[in-house]
């Protein structure tokens, strides 16, 4: 009997190893900075802090923005967001998260908003899954926090009391995050929320790394899609 125990607990064992290795192998296949944000964006010019990459503004304005990058996705592929939004007078931290899974790393906002003391007010979000891990963070959040967004994502938990203005950006073509989904999600947010969607735009689109399986094919260009986003969030933070 004890060596059917043992066999099983070995089984077991040996079955936990084989996930975990194989979730770390599949999660080191990431998507990269495409062509397109390497033409935009000087990477061996981007300041990095303890979590990760940081926009220091030059006029800035007191207020600061978390983005935290979809799965399996490089924080780098987003780089043009951080130094667009920063040109606006936000400091801006783009996160290394565990794996790049933004739920593995949810509290990281925690770091950058104590790292950062000198900024007042703070708006949390995130590309995809990792909207979902800003929206796991807001539950708990920092005193500083003023709003969360969302980039083709939702949140999984109910927000309609909250105080957090909210905003949702999402692609008219998401292959991944559908229209439909963002309307059954609305119910979700708080009321004091905005909703502004992209005509033309897609899923990967929200970073600059290519295309992106299961998505649908944009109709207007990469940096069309990120020009709107940094407009939307501009326009979204300075009203709250």
């Given at each position: 009997?004890?060596?059917?125990?043992?066999?099983?607990?070995?089984?077991?064992?040996?079955?936990?190893?084989?996930v975990?290795?194989?979730?770390?192998?599949?999660a080191?296949?990431?998507?990269?900075?495409?062509?397109?944000?390497?033409?935009?964006?000087?990477?061996?010019?981007?300041?990095?802090?303890?979590?990760?990459?940081?926009?220091?503004?030059?006029?800035?304005?007191?207020?600061?923005?978390?983005?935290?990058?979809?799965?399996k996705?490089?924080?780098?592929?987003?780089?043009?967001?951080?130094?667009?939004?920063?040109?606006?007078?936000?400091?801006?931290?783009?996160?290394?998260?565990?794996?790049?899974?933004?739920?593995?790393?949810?509290?990281?906002?925690?770091?950058?908003?104590?790292?950062?003391?000198?900024?007042?007010?703070?708006?949390?979000?995130?590309?995809?899954?990792?909207?979902?891990?800003?929206?796991?963070?807001?539950?708990?959040?920092?005193?500083k926090?003023?709003?969360?967004?969302?980039?083709?994502?939702?949140?999984?938990?109910?927000?309609?009391?909250?105080?957090?203005?909210?905003?949702?950006?999402?692609?008219?073509?998401?292959?991944?995050?559908?229209?439909?989904?963002?309307?059954d999600?609305?119910?979700?947010?708080?009321?004091?929320?905005?909703?502004?969607?992209?005509?033309?735009?897609?899923?990967?689109?929200f970073?600059?790394?290519?295309?992106?399986?299961?998505?649908?094919?944009?109709?207007?260009?990469?940096?069309?899609?990120?020009?709107?986003?940094?407009?939307?969030?501009?326009?979204?933070?300075?009203?709250?």
């Amino acid at each position: 009997m004890k060596k059917w125990l043992l066999r099983i607990v070995v089984s077991v064992l040996a079955l936990l190893v084989i996930v975990v290795v194989g979730f770390i192998i599949y999660a080191q296949f990431d998507y990269g900075p495409s062509a397109v944000l390497t033409k935009n964006v000087d990477l061996t010019a981007i300041e990095k802090d303890e979590e990760g990459l940081f926009f220091q503004p030059g006029s800035p304005n007191g207020k600061g923005i978390i983005l935290y990058q979809g799965a399996k996705v490089e924080k780098e592929a987003y780089a043009y967001l951080g130094q667009s939004l920063s040109e606006q007078g936000f400091a801006v931290s783009i996160p290394q998260l565990p794996l790049n899974f933004g739920i593995l790393g949810a509290g990281t906002a925690d770091d950058v908003i104590d790292e950062h003391a000198e900024v007042e007010e703070w708006f949390v979000g995130g590309h995809s899954l990792g909207g979902v891990a800003a929206s796991f963070y807001a539950e708990d959040p920092s005193r500083k926090l003023k709003g969360l967004y969302f980039l083709g994502s939702y949140p999984t938990s109910d927000f309609s009391k909250s105080d957090l203005a909210m905003l949702s950006i999402y692609g008219e073509l998401d292959g991944l995050s559908k229209v439909q989904d963002i309307e059954d999600s609305k119910q979700l947010f708080a009321k004091d929320r905005s909703f502004v969607e992209i005509e033309g735009g897609n899923h990967a689109q929200f970073g600059l790394y290519g295309e992106q399986k299961g998505d649908n094919s944009a109709e207007i260009t990469p940096i069309e899609q990120q020009d709107q986003v940094v407009e939307a969030i501009t326009t979204w933070i300075n009203k709250n």
